[in-house]
């Protein structure tokens, strides 16, 4: 009785043992079914602030200048003058450069960009006028100076211009070449000679 | 079973002692092998921190003066387990698997997209504009960039019987991920939000 006893034990430590093995090796092939997975998930976020990037005249910090020389060819001196009369009725587009010595013809590059909707540009000259010691040369808008192309460039002193965003938002303008056009035949009474000058500032923003 | 038909004195140990071996069986069969921070785990895919609580988030803060340029942004946020300059931990567990080859797939088909309507609109941002780089090589090294679908390979592993994993933590694969955003957009203004389904799967 007691040796059966013992080998029945034995047998059930033996079958329970292997009825728990095989439990456990069930689970190990768990994915014999329907396969193991698992996921997680990252959100990523991206945050792009307004900006607007304006840019008139050549790349840096430069401030280019353009200038009119209104001097007669040849110059005027006290020996009889067989030159030309100055001129007082035409525009003056030649004999502009910058500060750099390329000469350009007055053209000045323009770059505008902005990822802020609607985008205006403003020309403010410094004192409205152009100034020489107590003298100056007031700047009539759209008049003393000219501005082209005037789908881009505003009148100095003048009303803002206004660019439209594309559908996303954007703004993007350039142009090759401003051009600047001084006007003597507009300005009365006419000037003192000198050198007049005067610092025209251009503001970007977005409304 | 010949046990069963014994008729003895000592029936009745045996026939308690049977029933509490039957009982154990259920507790392991019936782990739920796919809750994630169960001890029973066989497999588990952690992108982030190791708490638990939700998905992690991360930001790509775009300087204004260099919108558009090219010049990658690096995110900036650091989740825990970081480890330095990669700041997002990726860990793949796989406990104690048959043979077989267990895979991590991607899924960046949903486009970051503008949350901020009034500024970006519709404005959406490819995935794959989101690159990485990885510290080791040992995970999400099959792929340097979201391909912006799904089903994307990122790492796979092969288990053999001949390669038993250590009996408490099995194969893991760990690793430390840096992102960066491409930045070679002119983007509206905005916030743009995203999220990537990573799914392991061993067949």
Known sequence: ?207 | MAFLLYNGPMKRFFFIFFAMAMVSLPVSASADVKTLGDRALKLRIRVGDNLQTGVNSISFQVPGLQLGSGTPVVSTTTLDGASGIYKVRVVLDNRRLPTGTARLTADSSTPLACVTTSTCGATTIPFNKISWSVRDGDNFELASQFSGGAGQLLHQQTVTDTSPPDPRKGWRYRDYVQFRYANDLFLPAGSYRGRVLFRADHP
């Open chain 1, 1 to 207: 009785m007691r040796h059966n006893l013992k080998a029945i034990l034995a047998r059930l430590l033996v079958i329970s043992g292997l009825l728990c093995w095989g439990a456990g090796h069930a689970q190990t092939h768990w994915s014999s079914g329907a396969g193991l997975h698992a996921s997680a998930s990252l959100r990523l976020a991206v945050v792009v602030p307004r900006i607007v990037i304006l840019r008139v005249g050549h790349p840096g910090s430069f401030v280019d200048e353009i200038s009119w020389d209104a001097t007669p060819a040849p110059a005027i001196t006290d020996a009889i003058y067989n030159g030309s009369i100055p001129p007082d009725s035409a525009t003056l587009p030649y004999a502009v450069h910058d500060t750099i010595g390329n000469p350009n013809n007055g053209m000045i590059s323009f770059k505008l960009w902005s990822n802020a909707g609607t985008t205006i540009l403003r020309a403010v000259a410094a004192n409205n006028a152009l100034v020489d010691g107590p003298n100056s040369i007031p700047i009539v808008p759209g008049q003393t100076i000219t501005t082209t192309p005037t789908t881009t460039n505003p009148v100095i002193d003048g009303p803002a211009k206004s660019f439209a965003a594309n559908a996303q938002g954007i703004v993007y303008k350039q142009s090759s070449g401003w051009k600047f056009v001084y006007h003597p035949d507009t300005v009365s009474p006419p000037p003192a000679a000198g050198t007049y000058t005067t610092v025209v500032t251009y503001t970007a923003s977005t409304p």
